[in-house]
């Protein structure tokens, strides 16, 4: 026995001795749920492939795998009965019809999957996995994977009404998505700017609908992204084109989603054809421009359903999957309490207000499309006045339309502007096209995609998440890849890899996806230099803690006192409290020392700090001042919208107090649609009945394309008061200089200042 004892530990000392082979990490996006390395490759060259037992689509998946391995490593594989690649249906692997398990070894490489999809999901990590050495073979690592995705639901939306893309364009999109494991294409085909889809049965849909009078829109002329040379502008998809399309996509496990926009954006389709518009509602044209026209379909006419139910019924012939997208958002409906059919109508079927009678109009839409065995799905706007239980939601408007969506038993696409809409910017690259307002790379991956208000027997409603691009300032197709990328690697591990995730993991293997992408041709964004400051206010205790976020692993500087900062300055090391106002700003440095985008955001410890108020007219889900206490948790820069009707609040400090001072802070952004106050009045009370007036302000309507921030400060006689009425007039609608004029204006705020 001691003599045992003896050899063993001679063989274990030897063993912990000896050299070992490397084996670095695999850099996969998105991250399977389990994987386990091992030491040696597969020599992939000379390697040939088989499927083994009843595979639906194996010529499919066969051509695709021979066509993907060749194009984008040169390494051409054979199919052969006697394969050491072997694809195989097996019932029991487990985590459903998109599940896969990977074995590579030595010498055979084995993929079981319970459906075609799993299978093709194995390729994608084939793909991530090959190996080019320096002698220009090609390997994979030994390796045990078994995989499963999180969310069933995992999307890609693409806005082709304002910038139409070609075909091949559009191949390409779905092949970007399916190499990283989405599976629901979105595709926005109509809009106010144009009729993207061909119907037979209304040939001037496409004729006349497609096309309007220029390119448009002004910021693309601003930044040189496109030249608008005065012509006509647009164009459409066949239905063979189309049916091409969906072939393409269901080849690589992509379902299409296609959104035919209704009752609102519609003005496309109604200028075709006027006759399913309000008779008394006034001429419309194809817009050119970016926002909501007044175009909506007549809900008081019958024959508005007739067209739309034949228009639906050609969609669903070239789509075949469940979803149906209806649109719903941002309705006119001002132009149905206008009109005396579709007063008419609400009397009829007993809708008290224009809210209930959308709620009609998508009711009937969804009994036809149910009656096909489709089921219908809109944005959040479709659940005012009621909603049917079979229909589902996106909610873009913010997180609370998905709560509200899947409590009432809905399913639900959480995709809300921020951060799912990959049109905004993801860097400060002065030329970078998109929408203003950042959303970086890691604002997509650390957000939580499941809101904590959705309680634990509702998640289930959460089927999945999509991401979003609008292409007003994204007129080419190289564009939308450097909108895509990288942020759409942090939506593809979101919504497939298991909750738990590091972001200087994710950060190495984006780096290494990325350039992956560059050298096939992709035009991949920029990391962005961009420092996030989170401010996590403490009401109770009168201070906040702050906490820097980056994308890059350099070290951040800051300032609390509004000066530039340098490498000088202080340097972040992790979350510090603040207790005193403070003008943040804050950055990192290249390897020349010189600053990068400065981020800054300003800090308030003023009366009113956490106070509670109510708004006599509803903030926009979507512009929330991020959070209940949007217009005094103290810090500038978040805004609170009001849409048409005046800003108009009343504070409560809790006990009165001496007051000398209140201002009020606005965004002055005429083309955005965005409009100072036009008047601006303080009231003061000890009691909430009796309210006496202490500033007014009537600053009139700003005529010119600015980007400005107004103030409003008021200094007066110190008084004793316990609540603060502010009431900001919006202008109402944008006024008749405006490019939109008669649409909507907003008012937007960010903090009501007591001192």
């Avoid at 749920?33 to 040939?48: F, K, N, R, S, T």
């Avoid at 692997?93 to 299978?119: C, F, H, M, N, W």
């Avoid at 390729?123 to 390997?139: A, P, S």
């Avoid at 926002?291 to 012939?317: I, Q």
Wanted: charged share 25%; glycine share 8%; aromatic share 12%.
């Amino acid at each position: 026995m001691k003599q045992l004892l003896f050899i063993l530990t001679i063989a274990l000392i030897t063993a912990s001795c000896a050299p070992k082979q490397s084996q670095k990490e695999v850099q996969l996006i998105p991250y399977p749920v389990e994987v386990e390395q091992g030491i040696g490759q597969y020599d992939l060259d000379d390697a040939v492939f088989s499927f083994e037992g009843e595979i639906e689509g194996k010529k499919a998946l066969s051509a695709y795998f021979s066509q993907m391995m060749a194009s984008q490593f040169g390494v051409t594989l054979q199919e052969n009965k006697a394969g050491s690649v072997k694809f195989s249906i097996n019932s029991q692997v487990p985590g459903g019809e998109e599940a896969y398990r990977l074995r590579v070894s030595p010498k055979t490489v084995s993929i079981d999957a319970q459906s075609e999809k799993g299978l093709f999901y194995a390729m994608q990590t084939l793909r991530q996995l090959v190996e080019e050495e320096k002698d220009g073979k090609h390997y994979l690592p030994v390796i045990n994977i078994t995989d499963y995705p999180r969310f069933d639901w995992r999307g890609m939306h693409l806005d082709v009404s304002r910038h139409l893309f070609s075909v091949a364009e559009i191949k390409k999109y779905i092949d970007l998505m399916s190499m990283y494991k989405l599976n629901t294409f979105h595709w926005h085909l109509v809009d106010d700017q144009g009729w993207r889809l061909e119907i037979k049965k209304y040939p001037k849909l496409t004729e006349v609908g497609a096309w309007r009078s220029k390119v448009g829109f002004e910021a693309n002329q601003e930044k040189g992204l496109n030249k608008d040379d005065g012509q006509p502008y647009g164009g459409y998809y066949t239905q063979e084109q189309v049916r091409e399309i969906v072939a393409y996509a269901k080849d690589r496990q992509v379902t299409i989603v296609p959104e035919i926009e209704l009752p609102g954006h519609s003005a496309a389709a109604l200028v075709a054809y006027p006759e399913y518009y309000c008779d008394n509602a006034g001429d419309l044209e194809i817009w050119t421009q970016a926002g909501v026209s007044a175009g909506v379909f007549c809900a008081g006419k019958e024959s508005t359903f007739h067209f739309l139910e034949d228009v639906l019924a050609e969609t669903m012939e070239l789509f075949p999957g469940e979803f149906i997208h209806i649109g719903g958002d941002e309705t006119p409906k001002d132009t149905w309490l206008k009109c005396p059919k579709c007063k008419k109508r609400m009397k009829a079927v007993g809708a008290h207000d224009e809210h209930e009678l959308q709620s009609y109009f998508v009711g009937r839409i969804e009994k036809y499309l149910n009656s096909h065995g489709r089921r219908l799905i809109g944005w959040d706007e479709i659940l005012d006045g009621g909603l049917a239980p079979n229909a589902a939601v996106m909610s873009w408007r913010g997180v609370q339309g998905g709560v509200n969506a899947a409590e009432a038993g809905h399913d639900v696409v959480m995709t809300p502007m921020f951060p799912y809409y990959f049109n905004h910017v993801q860097n400060h690259q002065p030329n970078s096209p998109g929408h203003p307002g950042i959303t970086s790379l890691r604002d997509v991956y650390t957000f939580p995609s499941i809101p904590e208000d959705v309680s634990q027997e509702n998640k289930k409603h959460i089927i999945g998440i999509q991401a979003n691009i609008w292409s007003e300032y994204i007129p080419a197709f190289k564009h939308v890849e450097y909108m895509m990328f990288p942020r759409t690697f942090a939506l593809a591990e979101v919504a497939w890899s298991p909750e738990k995730r590091s972001w200087d993991d994710f950060y190495g293997r984006v780096l290494t996806q990325a350039e992956k992408l560059k050298d096939n041709g992709v035009n991949v964004g920029d990391i962005s230099y961009h420092v996030r400051i989170d401010v996590a206010p403490d009401y109770a205790k009168n201070s906040a803690d702050i906490t820097f976020l980056t994308e890059r692993p350099l070290p951040v500087y800051y300032t609390l006192d509004g000066t530039t900062p340098s490498q000088n300055s202080l340097m972040y090391k992790n979350t510090f409290t603040l207790s005193e106002d403070a003008h943040i700003k804050a950055c990192q440095f290249d390897k020349k020392g010189e600053a990068l985008h400065i981020t800054e955001k300003e800090i308030m410890f003023h009366k009113a700090f956490g106070k509670s108020y109510t708004l006599t007219y509803k903030h926009a889900p979507q512009y929330d001042g991020g959070g209940k206490n949007g217009l005094t948790n103290g810090f500038l820069g978040v805004w609170i919208g009001v849409e048409e009707k005046p800003l108009e609040a009343i504070l409560d400090l809790g006990e009165e107090t001496n007051i000398s001072h209140i201002n009020s802070r606005f965004k002055n952004q005429p083309m955005s649609w965005v409009f100072g106050p036009v008047k601006v009045t303080y009231f003061i009370s000890a009691d909430g009945n009796k309210f006496d007036k202490v500033a007014e302000f009537a600053p009139g309507v700003t005529k010119s394309d600015v980007n400005e921030i107004v103030q409003y400060p008021a200094d007066f006689e110190a008084v004793s008061a316990r609540y603060i009425k502010i009431k900001a007039d919006n202008v109402g609608v944008c006024p008749s200089w405006h490019p939109a004029a008669g649409g909507k204006a907003w008012i937007f705020s960010d903090e009501i200042i007591v001192r």
